[in-house]
């Protein structure tokens, strides 16, 4: 464990750190996609695979496409803009500290916090999918209503234009 | 394999050199593909073309992948002046490192599994999904709007396309009731009769399975007939046109790698994977078996370049989201059908089980290829002047 | 017969694609494939490329056909000949070329100068495998370039030279019959 964990965790923390700081919209979107992988490896060490690759196929595979589609497809985007920080600094660091420090004492102070990792692998698909199907259902039935809502409104959106062009 | 880890001392030095065998092991297997593949290819080409293929280097032509491998390192490396030169340097990297990553989880003999992973088929379209990466930073890289118009049309086919891949491999994951290659692999074990082995394609969902997997994988994998991103023709080579020597024989290489990969994964999910197809034929090492079968799928697309043309773009969009997702929508269906239909006892049970849920496929089929291409052929053409 | 469904068409494609490909191992027609320079297309009798003279016998100095009668050096269209006639001392002219220059770089094949010469002296060559490493050197061709012994025509071109041969045994014929009466009316 030693050396494994705050290697990934510099290399994702430094790719977030890239992503919000680089001028060039393209820059940080890939960057993203290193901090995606960062955190897609921290779950591949803790023994959960499926959320691991999981995690590379969503995120990485849809998400991050969906980002350079935009990218792609709006003019002016792909220029440099502006630093987005804010003045003067103490304010943003500031705010940034409070933050973080609130998270952290937050999760210290959980009772899950202290639980000791068990030996055998978290989370097999198998016990996932039972767990989906039997305890979650109902949450499972809302996100694909959720789903097929926004692709029915996606299909209307793409095909509202040609009514518009003709009256 | 095991004993050459086994001259290394206990401890991480084994462990870390078993990993660097194996990935060497992958790394020139599947690389030697690639050379013995492009030789296949031109002359394979050329002979579905009436004509011959190169025979000039070495018998045959034996050697002209080298030779296009010395013409691809001593070009000139151009990156456009005003080009973002971190991406484009990057993107042929990103572009042929997932896909030997995905290597790492096919099952290639008996116990020659790099890495049995317990969700390896979502491992496996993972690092697909990465690939889509290199081809948008190949395209916005080059700065160059040709190469960003075949980047873009490239991710939107891969992405249309993903769903009936992962859809129709998610049905034999249902069927096995695993995630897991091996697991696939082994569920295939078994002789109907003693005879024909109990791969998957052998039944009605899975026949219609393969048959979808392999459409989508030809998509995937940028291949005529839907090399539309990199059509020759049309946007010249797409979003690989600012690439000169190495980093395009890169992008070529990762192509085939993919290719290669996905053509394992039909093999595995489908063809039973290193298993022989007559029991009196299982004496013959399973490796061999499986790169048999690689080497039927790599002629099978060389014969699909050789004949078919290339499909404009939006005939591509329209067959992927409207004929192929319905199909495997349907395949799901079928394969429940015959889950439960296992169940009948009465006698020509499985002639029945077979007629019902092909009937249902066919009819899918046949209603689906009205739907969407409802083709009448034109009438007898009255030529006024001609006669 | 067969239901115009989807894949038929891909069907259909595949089979004729694997005739090809299985065909072009022995069947000739499936593999029209002519490997140059290793074997060559054979040319038909009448294609022409540049022009060649005529020399009758062994030696191109004395069977040379050419007269310099400089007819094809007027109508040749590029004007690519340059004829000089060889005259003896007294400037009569002994109807031979002293130099016959022809311009292959300039000549475009009209085959003008093979229609218009009487003698059936210049006629079409059909080598086509020339080439020079300076423009006007070797592409500049001189009389001893030009002539070619009449074996050779009768190889490239045998209707040709055959024709050739009558119309000259034929006016050699009517020479000789204009001169041997004449000498037998006057005795």
């Given at each position: 464990m030693g050396l494994t964990f705050p290697l990934i965790a510099t290399v994702t923390w430094g790719a977030a750190l890239a992503a919000m700081t680089l001028r060039r919209p393209v820059h940080s979107a890939l960057a993203l996609v290193v901090a995606f992988l960062g955190l897609a490896v921290t779950y591949l060490t803790l023994d959960a695979q499926f959320l691991g690759v999981v995690q590379v196929l969503v995120y990485v595979g849809a998400v991050i496409i969906l980002i350079v589609f935009v990218i792609q497809l709006t003019r002016n985007v792909g220029l440099p803009s502006e630093s987005l920080a804010v003045r003067p600094a103490v304010v943003g660091v500031g705010t940034a500290a409070l933050v973080t420090g609130g998270l952290i004492s937050c999760l210290v102070a959980s009772p899950r916090f202290h639980i000791e990792r068990s030996g055998e692998g978290t989370a097999p698909v198998?016990?996932?999918?039972?767990?989906?199907?039997?305890?979650?259902?109902?949450?499972?039935?809302?996100?694909?209503?959720?789903?097929?809502?926004?692709?029915?409104?996606?299909?209307?959106?793409a095909t509202r234009r040609p009514a518009k062009k003709g009256s | 394999m095991h004993w050459f880890v086994g001259?290394?001392?206990?401890?991480?030095?084994?462990?870390?050199?078993?990993?660097?065998?194996?990935?060497?092991?992958?790394?020139?297997?599947?690389?030697?593909?690639?050379?013995?593949?492009?030789?296949?290819?031109?002359?394979?080409?050329?002979?579905?073309?009436?004509?011959?293929?190169?025979?000039?280097?070495?018998?045959?032509?034996?050697?002209?992948?080298?030779?296009?491998?010395?013409?691809?390192?001593?070009?000139?490396?151009?990156?456009?002046?005003?080009?973002?030169?971190?991406?484009?340097?990057?993107?042929?990297?990103?572009a042929v490192a997932p896909v030997i990553m995905a290597y790492a989880v096919l099952p290639v003999g008996r116990n020659m599994v790099a890495l049995d992973m317990e969700a390896g088929l979502v491992f496996f379209f993972a690092m697909g999904g990465i690939k889509e990466i290199a081809v948008f930073m190949a395209g916005w890289g080059s700065r160059n709007k040709y190469a960003l118009l075949g980047s873009m049309r490239g991710i939107?086919?891969?992405?249309?396309?993903?769903?009936?891949?992962?859809?129709?491999?998610?049905?034999?994951?249902?069927?096995?009731?695993?995630?897991?290659?091996?697991?696939?692999?082994?569920?295939?074990?078994?002789?109907?009769?003693?005879?024909?082995?109990?791969?998957?394609?052998?039944?009605?969902?899975?026949?219609?399975?393969?048959?979808?997997?392999?459409?989508?994988?030809?998509?995937?994998?940028?291949?005529?007939?839907?090399?539309?991103?990199?059509?020759?023709?049309?946007?010249?080579?797409?979003?690989?046109?600012?690439?000169?020597?190495?980093?395009?024989?890169?992008?070529?290489?990762?192509?085939?790698?993919?290719?290669?990969?996905?053509?394992?994964?039909?093999?595995?999910?489908?063809?039973?994977?290193?298993?022989?197809?007559?029991?009196f034929l299982a004496w013959i090492p399973s490796w061999l078996w499986f790169f048999g079968k690689l080497f039927c799928f790599i002629a099978l697309f060389v014969w699909l370049r050789g004949t078919l043309p290339r499909m404009r773009a939006d005939q591509l969009m329209e067959f992927a989201w409207k004929f192929m997702v319905p199909m495997v929508v349907v395949n799901i269906v079928v394969l429940a059908m015959w889950h439960y239909s296992a169940a009948w006892r009465f006698p020509t049970a499985g002639l029945w089980r077979w007629v019902l849920c092909g009937g249902v496929l066919l009819a899918a089929y046949l209603g689906l290829s009205k739907l969407w291409r409802p083709w009448e052929p034109p009438s007898r053409r009255v030529y006024r002047y001609a006669e | 017969m067969i239901p115009r469904v989807l894949g038929v068409g891909v069907i259909k494609g595949m089979i004729e694609t694997a005739r090809n490909f299985l065909g072009s191992y022995y069947d000739p027609q499936r593999l029209p494939t002519i490997e140059y320079p290793d074997e060559r297309q054979p040319i038909p009798e009448n294609s022409r490329c540049f022009p060649m003279l005529i020399f009758d016998g062994e030696s191109p100095e004395e069977g040379l056909r050419c007269v310099a009668c400089k007819i094809c050096e007027q109508e040749c269209p590029p004007q690519c000949i340059y004829i000089e006639v060889e005259r003896?001392?007294?400037?009569?002219?002994?109807?031979?070329?002293?130099?016959?220059?022809?311009?292959?770089?300039?000549?475009m094949g009209?085959?003008?100068?093979?229609?218009?010469?009487?003698?059936?002296?210049?006629?079409?060559?059909?080598?086509?495998?020339?080439?020079?490493?300076?423009?006007?050197?070797?592409?500049?061709?001189?009389?001893?370039?030009?002539?070619?012994?009449?074996?050779?025509?009768?190889?490239?071109?045998?209707?040709?030279?055959?024709?050739?041969?009558?119309?000259?045994e034929a006016g050699k014929a009517k020479a000789a019959a204009k001169a041997a009466p004449p000498a037998r009316m006057a005795a």
């Amino acid at each position: 464990m030693g050396l494994t964990f705050p290697l990934i965790a510099t290399v994702t923390w430094g790719a977030a750190l890239a992503a919000m700081t680089l001028r060039r919209p393209v820059h940080s979107a890939l960057a993203l996609v290193v901090a995606f992988l960062g955190l897609a490896v921290t779950y591949l060490t803790l023994d959960a695979q499926f959320l691991g690759v999981v995690q590379v196929l969503v995120y990485v595979g849809a998400v991050i496409i969906l980002i350079v589609f935009v990218i792609q497809l709006t003019r002016n985007v792909g220029l440099p803009s502006e630093s987005l920080a804010v003045r003067p600094a103490v304010v943003g660091v500031g705010t940034a500290a409070l933050v973080t420090g609130g998270l952290i004492s937050c999760l210290v102070a959980s009772p899950r916090f202290h639980i000791e990792r068990s030996g055998e692998g978290t989370a097999p698909v198998k016990e996932l999918g039972e767990a989906l199907m039997a305890n979650y259902v109902v949450a499972l039935e809302g996100i694909g209503l959720l789903l097929t809502v926004a692709l029915i409104g996606g299909v209307l959106i793409a095909t509202r234009r040609p009514a518009k062009k003709g009256s | 394999m095991h004993w050459f880890v086994g001259l290394f001392p206990e401890g991480p030095i084994q462990t870390g050199v078993s990993m660097v065998v194996a990935a060497a092991a992958i790394v020139g297997a599947f690389a030697g593909l690639f050379a013995v593949t492009t030789w296949i290819e031109r002359k394979g080409l050329g002979r579905l073309q009436n004509r011959m293929g190169p025979n000039r280097v070495g018998p045959w032509g034996w050697l002209q992948p080298m030779a296009d491998g010395i013409k691809a390192l001593t070009k000139e490396d151009i990156i456009p002046a005003q080009a973002d030169k971190l991406v484009h340097t990057l993107a042929p990297i990103v572009a042929v490192a997932p896909v030997i990553m995905a290597y790492a989880v096919l099952p290639v003999g008996r116990n020659m599994v790099a890495l049995d992973m317990e969700a390896g088929l979502v491992f496996f379209f993972a690092m697909g999904g990465i690939k889509e990466i290199a081809v948008f930073m190949a395209g916005w890289g080059s700065r160059n709007k040709y190469a960003l118009l075949g980047s873009m049309r490239g991710i939107a086919q891969m992405i249309s396309y993903e769903i009936p891949l992962v859809v129709s491999a998610l049905v034999v994951a249902m069927a096995v009731g695993s995630l897991s290659l091996v697991d696939i692999v082994n569920a295939q074990a078994g002789y109907y009769g003693g005879i024909l082995a109990k791969w998957h394609v052998f039944t009605p969902w899975g026949l219609g399975g393969f048959l979808l997997f392999l459409v989508a994988a030809t998509a995937e994998s940028n291949r005529t007939p839907f090399d539309l991103p990199e059509g020759e023709s049309e946007i010249i080579a797409g979003h690989m046109l600012e690439y000169t020597g190495f980093k395009y024989a890169l992008f070529f290489l990762g192509e085939y790698m993919g290719l290669f990969a996905v053509s394992g994964l039909a093999i595995t999910l489908y063809l039973g994977g290193w298993r022989a197809p007559f029991s009196f034929l299982a004496w013959i090492p399973s490796w061999l078996w499986f790169f048999g079968k690689l080497f039927c799928f790599i002629a099978l697309f060389v014969w699909l370049r050789g004949t078919l043309p290339r499909m404009r773009a939006d005939q591509l969009m329209e067959f992927a989201w409207k004929f192929m997702v319905p199909m495997v929508v349907v395949n799901i269906v079928v394969l429940a059908m015959w889950h439960y239909s296992a169940a009948w006892r009465f006698p020509t049970a499985g002639l029945w089980r077979w007629v019902l849920c092909g009937g249902v496929l066919l009819a899918a089929y046949l209603g689906l290829s009205k739907l969407w291409r409802p083709w009448e052929p034109p009438s007898r053409r009255v030529y006024r002047y001609a006669e | 017969m067969i239901p115009r469904v989807l894949g038929v068409g891909v069907i259909k494609g595949m089979i004729e694609t694997a005739r090809n490909f299985l065909g072009s191992y022995y069947d000739p027609q499936r593999l029209p494939t002519i490997e140059y320079p290793d074997e060559r297309q054979p040319i038909p009798e009448n294609s022409r490329c540049f022009p060649m003279l005529i020399f009758d016998g062994e030696s191109p100095e004395e069977g040379l056909r050419c007269v310099a009668c400089k007819i094809c050096e007027q109508e040749c269209p590029p004007q690519c000949i340059y004829i000089e006639v060889e005259r003896n001392k007294q400037g009569r002219s002994l109807r031979r070329p002293r130099v016959f220059d022809l311009d292959i770089s300039v000549c475009m094949g009209c085959q003008i100068c093979v229609e218009v010469c009487p003698f059936d002296s210049i006629k079409m060559d059909s080598a086509f495998e020339v080439t020079a490493e300076d423009r006007f050197g070797e592409l500049l061709r001189h009389k001893k370039d030009l002539a070619k012994p009449n074996a050779y025509f009768h190889e490239i071109n045998p209707t040709e030279a055959a024709l050739a041969d009558a119309r000259i045994e034929a006016g050699k014929a009517k020479a000789a019959a204009k001169a041997a009466p004449p000498a037998r009316m006057a005795a």
